[in-house]
């Protein structure tokens, strides 16, 4: 029972008359998670200041969101800081809050459920205690280095601080996330509890209010001087190995930060507050926080009226088919898998168990995963399914064999999904009962690791079908790209000429390893010729087959000569690159090494593709294009997204490039028509303006320099 309710408008708090704990619950209005806005600051500064004298025995903060403790900083104010200076008063009012518990006269106590996540675990850091619920949506961490920055309310050297330097930066520079079971083996709770005892076990904890944890002598060694200077080198070693410092300057920031010493609070807490603001406005952090948003947006387009998908059924064992299945059953779906081979049906359950086991650890939840997927060689399951998924391989005529056989089965309100990676639906619709309920629901391989799907509208898919595939896509955890039917749709309409560039390339005599470097060094996840191989260069003939004659695409002979030959990639051992077991792989051949921006002709069609999408309807808008791109293909997420890094080269410097390009290779890299679409023009400017803007205010004395830690220069 409680004798004093006071309510805000972020948080409320009582007071237990048998035992004097005050309960400070979050619960911001009108929205679904609490975030830590500069107003929820000051609301929690002002009941903390009324409380510091007051005669209670230790205060709980607690949530009243289903979703979750506390999501982090308000992420939205990000965007509105211009310079250094504008960005330091905002982290240093957050360092000050979190100051503040941690001198708190009485026990502080965190009470965690679900997602607790940045600033929302920098203020549980704070606290003397953490008592987690134990289930499978708890999860705490600090993934700030996903949007450029790293945690700047005090959590880069609170949490070496309480579970040891190793960890903690180890959390830190991946920004991973753990759950309850895991956040008590290293330290990170006190306590870890089901719901139903999670009051009584705060209460009795702050109760019994015993010394508050730290870190042993063997955790707190990695931190002093000079050992720390030899695990910072090793820090940044692993980190080199996976961002480059000149596009994403956040890690290499927190291990300098680190490596000057964070065991000292007076001196590590101005140097983070001064390394986290200048990180918040640069191009990195912008871009990435761009892209979290749109991440926000993709995913509430599948929150819809819509009923929820129960049963999926999949119709296809090769790659593809096995891994929608495995991911389907993975995310709570009743799956039925369909396929012609008994020995693929048998490996589509292991690779499941496997999956499941490296996500989810837990033996009884692995279980239900593997009794979610049925194997179902006949087909039964198409006629219980709310969702039917074709994933065979790319052939019009086989898909539409098999539709007329799928379709009589159907109950009248499932939908059926195409997982076609080119073929248009309305070819795929002809022959159909009914093409209103056809959509495609173009998955990437692997399925398990590529966050995107394109839902594709035909000419006929009605609304209700496509609600139902947005709303199938967020609940298999998958960010929705809606794109009309059309070649290639998005993603692979971008990517195709972008690859039949580098072959050309080939052809010229430049190296292999130069041609892919040349992609790596700007920013993309893998060269273009890698990923053919690992796509399969039959599999990438077949698509640029179907898109040649809409796109006036030149196929090199040398695709057809290499397919022809078998070829095929890494799935054959040899392809672009020469593929062995136990070695990295191999050029196939060698040619020129040559200096220059290979990267400016390599992007060209890619651009020009994605802008001929926008002209034509393809994808709503330059932003979702941005989103498809990055999301579907791993387009250098620090610049972005094409679109926005079109915006960032500016009109005068886009048009010179494309000039060039076409003075020296001919006319398929000549500026495509799509440029000139009235709408993508004003979305430009305005982006331009914006970069200009923000890059002089940021570079103004105003704003302080430009001194990115450990920057390299930037390559061609």
Known sequence: MSDHLCIGTYWRWERDETDHIVTITADAPDAGANTLSKASIEELNAILAELEDASIAGVIF???????????????????????????????????????????????????????????????????????????????????????????FGGSWRLPRLIGHVPAMSLMLAGATVDARKAKRLGLADVITPERLEQRAAHDLLQRAPQPR???????????????????????????????????????????????????????????????????????????????????????????????????????????????????????????????DPKLLGRAVAETAKLAKRKLKDPRRVQQVLDRLIPDPRGDGAARAD?????????QAAKRELFAQLEPKMR????????????????????LIDPTRLVGLHFFNPVARMPLIEVVRGPQSSDEAIARALRFAVTVDKLPLPVTSSPGFLVNRALMPYMLEAVRMMDEGIDTRCIDQAALAFGMPMGPLRLADTVGLDVCLSVAEELAPTLKLEIPARLRV?????????????????????????????????????????????????AACLAEGVVEDPDMADAGMVFGTGFAPH?????????????????????????AHGPRLAMHGG??????????????????????????????????????????
Not at 121 to 149: F, M, N, Q, S, W
Not at 235 to 259: C, F, T
Not at 653 to 660: G, I, N, P, T
């Open 62 to 152: 607690r949530s009243a969101k289903p979703a979750g403790f506390i999501a982090g900083a308000d992420v939205s104010a990000f965007g509105q800081l211009r310079t250094e200076r504008e960005a330091l008063p905002l982290i240093q009012e957050g360092q000050a809050l979190m100051d503040r518990i941690d001198r708190f006269p009485h026990p502080t106590l965190a009470l965690i459920h679900g997602h607790c996540l940045g600033g929302g675990l920098e203020l549980a850091l704070a606290c003397r205690y953490r008592v987690l619920r134990d289930d499978a949506a708890t999860r705490v961490g600090l993934p700030e280095i996903k949007l450029g920055i790293f945690p700047g």
């Open 214 to 340: 730290r870190a042993g002598w063997l955790a707190r060694l990695p931190g002093v001087w000079p050992l720390r200077t030899w695990v910072a080198a090793a820090l940044r070693g692993q980190v080199r190995d996976k961002a480059n410092p000149s596009h994403y300057p956040a890690p290499y920031a927190l291990i300098e930060h680190w490596a000057h010493g964070v065991s000292d609070s007076t001196t590590a807490q101005p140097r983070e507050a001064e390394q986290v603001a200048h990180l918040l406005v640069s191009p990195a952090a912008r871009s990435l926080t761009r892209l979290f948003f749109l991440r926000e947006r993709m995913k509430k387009l599948g929150k819809n009226d819509a009923p929820a998908p129960r049963h999926v059924h999949v119709v296809g064992d090769g790659v593809m088919g096995r891994g929608i299945a495995s991911w389907c059953a993975l995310n709570g779906l009743r799956v039925s898998l369909q396929g012609l």
């Open 387 to 395: 969702i039917v998924i074709e994933a065979i391989f790319e052939n």
């Open 412 to 431: 009248p309100d499932a939908v059926l999904a195409s997982n076609t990676s080119a073929i248009p639906l309305q070819e795929l619709a002809k022959g």
């Open 562 to 610: 290499m397919v022809a030959d078998g070829l095929l990639g890494e799935k054959s051992g040899q392809g672009f690159y020469q593929y062995a077991a136990a070695s990295e792989p191999r050029a196939s051949e060698r040619g020129q090494w040559v200096d220059g921006p290979l990267h400016q002709r390599l992007m060209a069609p890619l651009l020009n593709e994605v």
């Open 639 to 663: 610049l972005g997204g094409p679109m926005r890094y079109a915006a960032q080269l500016g009109e005068s410097e886009l048009a010179a490039r494309f000039d060039a390009l076409e003075r």
């Open 675 to 716: 440029w000139s679409d009235a709408t993508l023009i004003d979305w430009l400017q305005q982006q331009e303006t914006t970069h200009a803007v923000a890059t002089s205010q940021r570079h103004s004395p105003q704003g302080g320099g430009d001194h990115p830690v450990g920057a390299v220069p930037r390559a061609c």
